[in-house]
């Protein structure tokens, strides 16, 4: 079955980058669109930006300015970066396979999601 | 961005009620729309997509309605395993949410 994994440093510095990565297993990553979404403690979800391997990508226009979402199809991996973050950059992020590969699409599979606090 | 709206925030029912939750776009999202359940410390599970269509394995207690601007999730006996957050999510233009529901049992 399908599953994805997030890893990444659970502690970035304010004004850092916060970087993490997805690993896919059970699907190939070329078939589909893979996004990052995020969650605040206690609040409700909010999606960031999304990547397929052609080369297409969409973002959150409140994030645009500080998200880049990559994708590595040798190591069946996307990656999250987000730039110049603050505390209310602290949440759980997730990321998820997009459910029949469209661009605009329900999400069908999600990681078990990793928190990350920003702090100094 | 399209704005979603889901009410009520909380409610409380007992084992075998019926219990809808609506959830309102701000302009029209055709049948662009998924319910999701979560439960505390866990991601959230996919439940139906494209306004009505069950996922796979999604007991058939669950169901979605609507277009438009105006959906449901209905649950129809409702049961202790359902106790969680339910959200909505729009994909018509890229993807927005709700604000989420947490549905007790009493």
Request: proline share 4%.
């Given at each position: 079955?399908?599953?994805?994994?997030?890893?990444?440093p659970?502690?970035?510095?304010?004004?850092e980058?916060?970087?993490?990565?997805?690993?896919v297993s059970?699907?190939?990553?070329?078939?589909?669109?893979?996004?990052w979404?995020?969650?605040?403690?206690?609040k409700?979800?909010?999606?960031?930006?999304?990547?397929?391997?052609?080369?297409?990508?969409?973002?959150?226009?409140s994030?645009?300015?500080?998200?880049?979402?990559s994708?590595?199809?040798?190591?069946?991996?996307?990656?999250?970066?987000?730039?110049?973050?603050?505390?209310?950059?602290t949440?759980v992020?997730?990321?998820?396979?997009h459910?029949?590969?469209?661009?605009d699409?329900?999400?069908d599979?999600?990681g078990?999601?990793t928190?990350?606090t920003?702090s100094? | 961005?399209i704005?979603?709206?889901q009410?009520?925030?909380?409610l409380?029912?007992s084992?075998?009620?019926?219990?809808?939750?609506t959830?309102?776009?701000s302009?029209?999202?055709?049948?662009?729309?998924?319910w999701?359940?979560q439960k505390?410390?866990?991601?959230p599970?996919?439940?139906?997509?494209?306004?009505?269509s069950?996922?796979?394995?999604?007991?058939?207690?669950f169901?979605?309605?609507?277009?438009?601007?105006?959906?449901?999730?209905?649950?129809?006996?409702l049961?202790?395993d359902?106790s969680a957050?339910?959200?909505?999510?729009q994909?018509?233009s890229?993807?927005?949410?709700g604000q989420?529901?947490?549905?007790?049992?009493?």
């Amino acid at each position: 079955q399908v599953q994805l994994q997030e890893s990444g440093p659970g502690l970035v510095k304010p004004s850092e980058t916060l970087s993490l990565t997805c690993t896919v297993s059970g699907a190939s990553i070329t078939s589909y669109y893979w996004s990052w979404i995020r969650q605040p403690p206690g609040k409700g979800l909010e999606w960031i930006g999304l990547r397929h391997n052609s080369g297409s990508t969409n973002y959150n226009p409140s994030l645009k300015s500080r998200v880049t979402i990559s994708l590595d199809t040798s190591k069946d991996q996307f990656s999250l970066n987000l730039s110049s973050v603050t505390a209310a950059d602290t949440a759980v992020y997730y990321c998820v396979k997009h459910h029949n590969g469209d661009y605009d699409d329900a999400f069908d599979i999600w990681g078990q999601g990793t928190m990350v606090t920003v702090s100094s | 961005d399209i704005q979603m709206t889901q009410h009520p925030s909380t409610l409380s029912a007992s084992v075998g009620d019926r219990v809808t939750i609506t959830c309102r776009a701000s302009q029209s999202i055709s049948r662009w729309l998924a319910w999701y359940q979560q439960k505390p410390g866990k991601a959230p599970n996919l439940l139906i997509y494209k306004a009505s269509s069950l996922k796979s394995g999604v007991p058939s207690r669950f169901s979605g309605s609507g277009s438009g601007t105006y959906f449901t999730l209905t649950i129809s006996s409702l049961q202790p395993d359902d106790s969680a957050t339910y959200y909505c999510q729009q994909y018509n233009s890229y993807s927005t949410f709700g604000q989420g529901t947490k549905v007790e049992i009493k």
